[in-house]
């Protein structure tokens, strides 16, 4: 009994104690209304998933009557795949064990994947502290350097976007993951150029990209930044002593080929979709770039979401960051600048799209407040009461932010809603929709697909790649062999009044209620344009 009573009187104890209390708190925030349906965060991803892992559990259960598992492939196959499907097939599995679909375990698999990152973020940000800490007489290392990497990972678990984002059915979490695993490798390789190390980044750098292909640009300038550290690249005369060193390091060479090699197999199996993504999202738009606009919507995105605050003083922390330290936190800037230009619309119009900035920003304030703690050390403990008061109301604060979306909004009524609407629809003919999240609701909850008329952001983003069409002309070529045209997005229905007042002169109303419209094409009114 005294030996626990004395273990529990030593600081590494209550420090593991906090660390352990502020994970419970954010896995908590994250489960928090965990069986509801998911639309509370970009319902078009979130549904695309459950859409890719029913039809990978129709297929692994031979349970289902073929006709069915067949459609629920089909649909599966409709929504393009985009990247491997490693949270939807873990869904699907977890499907299979239980016996039924229970699409919230994919909200649980997202939390873990952000918790994990989380080991790694506080890992990352008390080695960064305790390396700027080396050179200095300072007797409170150890402690500031946990309270630094405590604050930083209190940010990245309570910031009510990453509660959001980090529980949604989405690759984006697991990606995260595999980013700040690949940063503290890569940190740790910088270190001491081992073997283990060079393997290790190499091979989280490859699962983040792999997982998702966007987080290439982050891990490869991340990779480039300090491999240019670790050799001395940029204060090394002649030069090309150093890229002699870096180019016939066999660590170097594992790292590229590990982070490259497994996405570059997986797409070269795919044809040209690459290249087809590149065009479309990168070419057609880089005009953007030149739009001052674009920045004024990039940094209002990242305001919001990320806080004012927090923001700013990440901006501070970069400048305050020394050697190995700014060699990382470039990297992954850079990385993440270099996104966002390649990619311009989506970097400055998707929220999701910043998930990336999240343990960005919470490593760049670690030199803030590692500067802030050594102050706060050399004065009484009134004020660093005061400090902790402020940084537990601040907690508590994001946290009930985090809550409040999730306790007030109930999407629980989603499936019979869309089952009802589904049930009125005909089964004689094919139909042309205007309608919520590329028709996923209707396909996933109701079991019907439909085909797609472009809602306002589509007509504005075909705009943008310099295609305008006649609209007439759009409408004819769309409806061909379509028998109904269903509305259900009112609000996108409203805000297109050419599409309104031509369906309103020319088609009858096949049927109505307050949450559908229902127009009957094989019955043009006389006055249609091309009608007998």
């Known amino acids: 009994m005294d030996s626990l009573k004395s273990s529990f009187r030593r600081p590494q104890v209550y420090y593991t104690l906090l660390l352990l209390a502020l994970m419970a708190l954010g896995l908590g925030l994250r489960l928090f209304d965990l069986t509801d349906q998911p639309i509370d965060f970009n319902p078009t991803r979130q549904l695309r998933g459950a859409i890719i892992a029913r039809g990978t559990y129709y ?13 629920a492939q089909e649909f599966s196959a409709s929504t393009g795949k985009y990247e491997p499907p490693i949270l939807e097939t873990l869904a699907a599995v977890t499907y299979l064990l239980a016996g039924k679909e229970i699409m919230w375990v994919a909200r649980i698999y997202s939390s873990l ?3 994990i990152g989380g080991v790694a973020l506080f890992a990352l940000a008390r080695r960064m502290t305790l ?15 946990f309270w630094t990497a405590f604050l930083s990972l ?3 678990l309570v910031l009510p976007f990453s509660v959001q984002a980090s529980r949604s059915f989405q690759p984006d979490p697991g990606m995260v993951m595999w980013i700040i695993l690949s940063a503290y490798a890569l940190y740790r390789w910088s270190e001491e150029r081992t073997w283990k190390w060079a393997i290790l980044a190499g091979v989280s750098s490859g699962m983040a990209v792999l997982t998702k292909a966007v987080a290439f640009y982050i891990e490869a300038v991340a990779m480039a930044a300090m491999i240019i550290y670790t050799f ?3 204060r090394s005369r002649p030069v090309f002593t150093p890229l002699l060193k870096i180019l016939g390091s066999l660590q170097v060479w594992a790292m590229g080929i590990l ?3 497994p996405t570059l197999a997986y797409y070269l199996g795919r044809g040209d979709r690459a290249s087809q993504y590149f065009s479309s999202w990168t070419l057609a738009l880089a005009h953007l770039l030149l739009s001052p606009s674009l920045y004024l919507h990039w940094l209002n995105l990242i305001r919001e979401l990320m806080g004012l605050v927090p923001l700013l003083l990440g901006v501070v922390g970069l400048l305050l960051a020394r050697r190995r330290n700014l060699a990382i936190l470039v990297g992954l800037w850079g990385g993440y600048i270099l996104y966002g230009f390649l990619l311009p619309y989506q970097i400055s119009t998707h929220n999701y799209y910043q998930i990336q900035l999240i343990p960005i920003l919470a490593l760049s304030i670690t030199p803030v407040a590692q500067a802030i703690l050594e102050r706060l050390f050399k004065l009484n403990t009134i004020w660093r009461l005061a400090f902790a008061g402020g940084i ?3 907690m508590t604060y994001y946290s009930w932010q985090a809550v409040i979306p999730l306790y007030s909004e109930n999407y629980r009524n989603e499936p019979a809603y869309w089952q009802t609407i589904a049930s009125y629809l005909p089964a004689n003919g094919k139909i042309l929709a205007l309608t919520q999240d590329y028709g996923y609701r209707l396909m996933y909850y109701g079991w019907r697909k439909v085909t797609l008329w472009p809602n306002r952001g589509e007509q504005e983003l075909s705009k943008l790649r310099g295609s305008n069409k006649d609209f007439q002309e759009y409408f004819q070529k769309r409806i061909a062999d379509k028998s109904y045209f269903l509305i259900t997005a009112f609000n996108q229905f409203n805000g297109q009044p050419n599409l309104k007042q031509f369906l309103d002169a020319n088609f009858p109303v096949l049927a109505r209620s307050p949450g559908y419209l229902i127009y009957d094409l094989t019955h043009p009114k006389s006055n249609t344009p091309g009608s007998p």
């Open 392 to 394: 537990l109301a601040a």
């Open 59 to 71: 297929q692994l259960n031979p349970v289902f009557n073929p006709a069915v598992r067949q459609q």
């Open 131 to 145: 390396a700027a800490l080396a050179n200095k007489p300072e007797p409170n290392a150890q402690v500031i350097a």
């Open 113 to 115: 994947f952000w918790i």
């Open 154 to 156: 209190a940010y990245y």
């Open 232 to 234: 001395d690249f940029l």
């Open 259 to 261: 982070m490259i090699g």
